[in-house]
């Protein structure tokens, strides 16, 4: 699975870098980090949505205080689904 965080200006103020600290503690912590690659990239031209992090291509707006409510019900789920198929 891929897993891509926006760290352009607009979501780089909105806290991107805490964002992907805190992805990559939780992919850690679950043990997962052979089955998800975590990226970034600049800007996704949604800066109002920011900060944008895309999952397999499917964008989402994240923030600091909903990174860990996002991996776990969005995250998480997917890469159980995509194990069973």
């Known amino acids: ?6 760290v352009g200006s607009s979501c ?3 806290g991107s870098r805490a964002v992907v600290e805190q992805l990559e503690g939780l992919i850690l912590q ?3 980090k052979e089955e998800i690659e975590l990226n970034g990239t600049f800007c996704t031209g949604n800066c109002r949505g920011g900060v944008n992090v895309s999952v397999d291509g499917e ?5 600091p205080k909903t ?19």
Do not use: D, G, Q, W
Not at 1 to 6: A, F, L, W, Y
Not at 59 to 63: D, E, G, P, R
């Open 59 to 63: 964008l989402y707006s994240v923030s």
């Open 30 to 32: 679950n043990r997962i």
């Open 1 to 6: 699975m891929k897993v891509t965080v926006c």
């Open 67 to 85: 990174t860990a409510e996002f991996f776990y019900t969005v995250v998480l789920p997917r890469l159980k689904c995509a194990k069973e198929a």
């Open 12 to 14: 780089h103020l909105k």
